[in-house]
């Protein structure tokens, strides 16, 4: 365990400086509210955060941007928030921020509202919370946001809806790579790039799959419906092509899940490996291997989280046979391999802090040995 207290942690990124940072979703709060994609009633708070891990052993854990913008049900339980981190080879930070809803619906909320669904760039780390986004909803307050704000991934659906079907944004991977930042959008269903000034353009977009029914939908035998393909991850194979992890929609069927291939440039997507469920997170380690994370294992029960347990981590080899590498996780959220060469995910993605009892630790980050 290498830390702990962290409030729905999900995206996860070592610094140059070998800190690791933390995107944590927050709890939401007692804002206005709105309904998100998935049916959910989600109520505003700025209870979401970027954490840092200091690199020195000690496991102190401080958060160095906090009070941004979050959306939770009353129990903070799956928030959307701050959702990805990434340093690009210059060391500069670029943060998602999900939405998970027509980005019209962002208007309103809050404060600041307007970085839901947006890739922000903090001028540095350690700045006080205040000096990036002053308390008040005031000129100045917006001013900060704006400066903050770099580019608008909702606001490239809104505009253009690239899998038509609802417009519908949610940002969660992202990939710095210094002249271009790279961000998987699972409500858009596309990989879309920002360039240095902002610009946003679409990069590969991934079309609904036809899936078997679930037999309680009461359907003819034999029967079909669209699964939505729902990007959630990237990341930069040895080969210099972009590597996509895709949660599935629903009926979120087992072994349905693909890891895409995408050209440097965008193109069409290839299937490079198949097999997977609700794949949530990708890295490469130094060897070239390729490491999937799965938050959950299908569909879960009618009264209980939206899948089924355990998320698990799993390699790809070189010959294309897969190994299950760790088994025992709770909708984690995120992956990174470290310097030292193991993988490190963040854990109980899902809740919001510690709940006595249930989650005693709340959020956490684990390393799990790759050799």
Known sequence: ???????????????????????????????????????????????????????????????????????????????????????????????????AANPAEREGLGARSALFGQLIRPRQFGIPAPALLPAAATASSASAVDKLAYADIAGFEADNDPVPGGVDSNPYGVLALGSRDVVADAGANALLQADAGGVVTALAVFEARQVPAPPFLGLPPGATIPMQAVPTSVAQGPDGWLYVGQLTGFPFPVGLANVYRVPPEGGMP???????????????????????????????????????????????????????????????????????????????????????????????????GLE
Do not use: W
């Not at 209870?47 to 903070?76: H, Y």
């Open 1 to 99: 365990m290498i830390a702990t207290g962290l409030v729905n942690p999900r995206g996860i990124a070592f610094a140059p400086d070998g800190a690791l940072y933390v995107a944590e979703a927050g709890r939401g709060g007692n804002g206005t509210c709105i309904v998100l994609s998935d049916g959910q009633n989600s109520c505003y708070g700025q209870t979401g955060a970027i954490a840092r891990i200091a690199p020195d052993g000690k496991r102190n854990v401080t958060r160095v941007i906090r009070s941004l913008p979050s959306l939770a049900a009353p129990d903070g339980f799956g928030a959307i928030g701050p959702q990805g981190v990434s340093f690009g080879p210059s060391g500069t930070a670029k943060i998602v921020i999900g939405l």
């Open 270 to 368: 290839e299937v490079f490996a198949s097999g997977f469920t609700n794949i949530i997170g990708l890295a490469f380690d130094a060897h070239g291997r390729l490491h999937v994370l799965q938050i959950g294992n299908g569909l879960g029960a009618p009264d209980g989280p939206p899948l089924q347990t355990p998320g698990k981590l799993i390699r790809v080899n070189g010959d294309g046979s897969q190994t299950l590498i760790y088994d025992g996780l709770y909708f984690p959220g995120g992956l990174a391999i470290g310097p030292d060469g193991a993988a490190y995910v963040t854990n109980n993605g899902i809740v919001p802090g510690p709940v006595p009892g249930a989650f005693p630790d709340g959020g956490q980050v684990v390393r799990i």
